[in-house]
C-alpha cells in the first residue's frame, strides 16, 4: 500500500549550515509515527519543510503519492495536513474562541461548519470551553498546549503534527495531552508526533524513526524498541549525565530521555527448550517428581495408585502416564475441605475454591512455590498477548476465594504493568476508569466484555478509551461476539485465557497473536486429550476431553484429572514460532452435552452456526422442553444484529433452520428478537435452558 505520508532523501540547510541530512521516513493511514530526537537533531527543521514553512534543498515529500515538496502551508492546509508547533505560538491577545476560528481560515468554512468544529473541539478540550472568551496569554501552559492542539483539530486534520507536545509542561498535565494523543489516534488521525522525551513518544505510538544530528540512527516498531532488553540497553537505558555517550544514542546526542519504568522489570517468561526433546526430558523428570510426591504425601493418592497396581517406579517414561488412575471432580469433594493435600499442613500458605458454577465448590490449596509458579505462567500469558510494563490492566473479574481476579492481578504486576483491580460488574465505575486511568488492557469473562461493548458503543466513547487488547476467559464465545466485541472497543485484539481452579487457576494457556489456537504451558502440566466415553487416546487432531497432570504442584497435585473441557491438540509448529504445545479453544463440556433426539449437540456447534448467518447477533438461548407425548422440542432464540430490520427476520429464521437441519440433523424452532433483546451479565451468560425434566431428582 502506498504510504499516505513518505518522504525520500530529504536535506535541508539553515545558509551554510545544513540541518537535515538524506532523511527517509513514511507513515500509513491511521497510523501513530514519533520521531525522536533531542534538541538540534532536526526534528523541528524536518516538520517544516512538510508543511511548507521551510523550503527542503533536497529530496521528496509524498502525500498520496503526489509531490508536495514545495506546496504553501494554506494549500497543505486544504490537502488535510495540520500542524500544532513547538511551544504552542498561541495569539496571546486573542480570545480561545478567535485562536481556534484561525485554525480553519484557509477551508473557508460556512458559519455553520465552523461552529460544528467548535462543539467537536469543546467536547474533547472541556477545559477550553470554560476558558472560551479569555485571552489566550492567560491559560496555563497545558491549556496553551490544549489550545493548539485544537486550533490544528479545526481543519479536521488527516496528518496531524505534534511538535514537543510535552515541552515544558508538568507531569501531569503531560499524561492529559498524551491520553488525548491516544484518543486522537484512536479515532483515526494519522499523527506524526515529534518529542524528546523517549519514553512518552515511544509508548504512544505504532513506529519511530531515533533522529540525532540530522539523520536517521534507528527506526521500528515503538514497542520494539523500548521493551526489547537489548534496545532498551542500546539506546535508551546506558546514558547517565557523567557518561552521556554510555548509549549509542547518547554518543549521538540524545542525553535528555527520561525512562518510564526500569529495565528490571523487562524480562522474559517464555522458556528456553530448544525443541520438543528438551521438553519431554523436562516433563518425564517432573511425571517422575510428582507421581513420587503424591504417593508420598497424599492418602488418597497412595490407596488409588495401590487400587490400580503401579508404584512410582513403574514410571519410567510419559507413555507410563496411561497406567496411573483417574482423578475427578468427585475426588475433590469427597476429601473436602483439603483434597488430593500432599505437604504438611504448615507449608500451605493459601487455599482457593472453584467458582461453583457446575455444583458443589472445589477447594484447593497451594505452597509458596505454587503461587510463584503461577504468577510465573500467568506473566508469560501477558507476554504472549503483547502487554508490557507500560500497560495498564484494567480487571474486571471476580475477586474473593476464587482464583480468578487474583491471578489476573498477581501476573499483572509480575509483568511489570499497572494493575486497575476493580472486580465484575459496577459498570459506571468500569467506564469511569477506563476513561479516567486510560486503561489499555481490560480482562473479563467474554459476556462482561460485550456488555462493556455494547455500553462504549452506547455512549459513543470508543475513541476516547485506550484498550487496544481484551483478555477474556471462563466462557466459550462465537466469532461473531468476538468480532462485535472488538468492534465496540474500537479496534481491541482479543485474547483467550484459559484455566480452572484445580490447575492453579486462570492463566494456564492463552491463545496467541495468530489467534489460530491456545498455547499451554507444557512445562508446567501434561496434556491427554481421551475419548470421554472409552477413556482412550485419541489421535492428534480429533475433539475430546482434556485430561490433565502437573509436574510440578505441591499442595494439591493433580494426576490424570478429568477437565471435562472438550478440546483438541494441534499438531505441528504454531506460525507465531512458539515451542510451546497448543490446543483449540473449548469446544464444550463433557458433562453439558445436550442430548437431543440421539443426538449429541455441543453449544459452540450453535455459536458456529449462527456466527456465519450475516444479519444475526452474538447473543442466544437454547431452550429444551418436552411435550405430553414424550417428544422433545428445541427452541432457540437469537438476536438479530444491531440495525437489522423486521423486513429480514423471515429470512433469517429459514436460514438458520436450514443451517442447523442441515449440520447438527435436528429440526428446531427459531425465534429472532430485537437486538438487545436477551439479557446481558456481567458473568457467565446462561445459554442453556433444560425444561424437560420437571420433577425433582432424588
Not at 483434597?339 to 467458582?355: G, I, N
Amino acid at each position: 500500500m502506498t504510504p499516505m505520508l513518505k518522504i525520500e532523501n530529504l536535506t535541508a540547510h539553515y545558509g551554510a549550515a545544513q540541518a537535515l541530512f538524506g532523511v527517509d521516513l513514511d507513515v500509513a493511514a491511521g497510523e501513530t509515527v514519533s520521531l525522536v530526537g533531542a534538541n538540534g537533531a532536526g526534528k523541528s527543521t524536518l516538520l517544516k519543510c512538510l508543511l511548507g514553512l521551510e523550503k527542503p534543498t533536497g529530496g521528496r515529500i509524498l502525500l498520496d503519492g503526489e509531490d508536495i515538496t514545495r506546496t504553501g502551508p494554506a494549500r497543505m492546509v486544504r490537502l488535510g495536513v495540520s500542524l500544532s508547533p513547538e511551544g504552542r505560538e498561541v495569539f496571546a491577545e486573542l480570545s480561545v474562541l478567535e485562536n481556534l476560528r484561525l485554525g480553519a481560515v484557509p477551508l473557508k468554512l460556512s458559519r455553520r461548519e465552523e461552529e460544528r468544529r467548535l462543539a467537536g473541539v469543546f467536547d474533547r478540550f472541556a477545559k477550553l470551553y470554560e476558558r472560551r472568551e479569555q485571552s489566550a496569554g492567560t491559560l496555563s501552559g497545558g491549556e496553551q498546549q490544549m489550545l493548539a492542539m485544537g486550533r490544528a483539530l479545526m481543519a479536521k486534520p488527516r496528518l496531524l503534527l505534534l511538535d514537543e507536545p510535552s515541552l515544558g509542561l508538568a507531569p501531569l498535565i503531560v499524561d492529559d495531552i498524551f491520553a488525548i494523543i491516544r484518543q486522537l489516534a484512536r479515532a483515526g488521525t494519522t499523527i506524526l508526533l515529534v518529542e524528546q522525551n523517549a519514553a512518552r513518544a515511544l509508548s504512544s505510538s505504532d513506529k519511530a524513526y531515533l533522529l540525532a544530528n540530522g539523520k536517521v540512527v534507528e527506526q521500528g516498531e515503538s514497542a520494539a524498541l523500548l521493551n526489547d532488553p537489548a534496545l532498551r540497553s542500546a539506546f535508551l537505558g546506558a546514558a547517565s549525565d557523567e557518561k552521556p555517550a554510555a548509549s549509542r544514542l547518547g554518543a549521538a546526542g540524545l542525553t535528555n530521555i527520561r525512562l518510564e519504568k526500569p529495565a528490571m522489570h523487562t524480562r522474559n517468561f517464555m522458556p528456553d527448550f530448544a525443541g520438543r526433546e528438551e521438553l519431554e526430558a523436562h516433563q518425564l523428570k517432573g511425571l517422575k517428581w510428582t507421581v513420587s510426591h503424591a504417593y508420598e504425601g497424599s492418602a488418597h493418592y497412595r490407596k488409588a495408585f495401590e487400587e490400580a497396581g503401579v508404584t512410582p517406579a513403574d514410571i519410567e517414561s510419559l507413555a507410563d502416564l496411561q497406567k496411573l488412575p483417574f482423578t475427578t471432580a468427585d475426588d475433590l469433594r469427597d476429601g473436602y475441605p483439603f483434597p488430593l493435600r500432599s505437604v504438611p499442613f504448615e507449608q500451605l500458605v493459601r487455599v482457593h475454591a472453584s467458582s461453583g458454577t457446575t455444583g458443589k465448590r472445589k477447594v484447593l490449596c497451594y505452597t509458596q512455590k505454587d503461587l510463584d509458579d503461577w504468577i510465573y505462567f500467568f506473566a508469560r500469558c501477558y507476554q504472549m498477548a503483547g502487554v508490557t510494563p507500560l500497560d495498564r490492566v484494567q480487571i474486571a473479574v471476580g475477586y474473593g476465594v476464587w482464583t480468578a481476579g487474583m491471578g489476573f492481578q498477581l501476573g499483572a504486576e509480575k509483568i511489570g504493568a499497572l494493575a486497575v483491580p476493580i472486580g465484575p460488574g459496577n459498570i459506571d465505575m468500569q467506564i469511569q476508569f477506563l476513561l479516567d486511568f486510560q486503561s489499555t488492557v481490560f480482562c473479563s469473562t467474554a459476556s462482561m466484555a460485550l456488555l462493556m461493548a455494547e455500553e462504549i458503543h452506547k455512549r459513543g466513547i470508543a475513541d476516547k478509551i485506550a484498550v487496544n487488547r481484551i483478555i477474556y476467559g471462563s466462557e466459550r464465545s462465537s466469532r461473531s461476539m468476538r468480532q462485535k466485541i472488538s468492534d465496540l472497543f474500537g479496534g481491541a485484539e482479543l485474547f483467550d485465557i484459559t484455566g480452572l481452579t484445580e490447575l492453579y487457576g486462570p492463566g494456564t494457556g492463552i491463545e496467541c497473536s495468530d489467534h489460530d489456537c491456545i498455547h499451554y504451558w507444557g512445562d508446567y502440566y501434561l496434556l491427554e486429550i481421551l475419548d470421554p466415553q472409552t477413556l482412550q487416546p485419541v489421535v492428534d487432531g480429533e475433539w475430546g476431553e482434556m485430561v490433565i497432570t502437573t509436574l510440578c504442584k505441591e499442595g494439591s497435585p493433580l494426576i490424570r484429572y478429568r477437565t471435562r473441557d472438550i478440546t483438541r491438540k494441534i499438531p505441528g509448529a504454531c506460525t507465531c514460532g512458539s515451542v510451546l504445545p497448543r490446543h483449540s479453544r473449548i469446544r464444550g463440556r463433557s458433562d453439558d452435552t445436550i442430548k437431543f433426539r440421539g443426538v449429541n449437540i455441543y453449544p459452540s456447534g450453535i455459536d458456529t452456526i449462527l456466527s456465519a448467518v450475516p444479519g444475526l447477533g452474538s447473543e442466544y438461548q437454547i431452550h429444551l422442553r418436552r411435550d405430553d407425548s414424550g417428544r422433545d422440542h428445541m427452541n432457540l432464540v437469537v438476536e438479530r444484529a444491531e440495525g437489522v430490520g423486521n423486513i429480514r427476520v423471515h429470512d433469517l429464521i429459514q436460514e438458520v433452520v436450514h443451517q442447523v437441519k442441515k449440520q447438527l440433523l435436528v429440526s428446531v424452532k427459531v425465534e429472532v428478537t430485537e437486538y438487545g433483546g436477551l439479557p446481558r451479565s456481567e458473568r457467565k451468560s446462561q445459554r442453556v435452558f433444560d425444561n424437560r425434566i420437571q420433577d425433582e431428582i432424588v
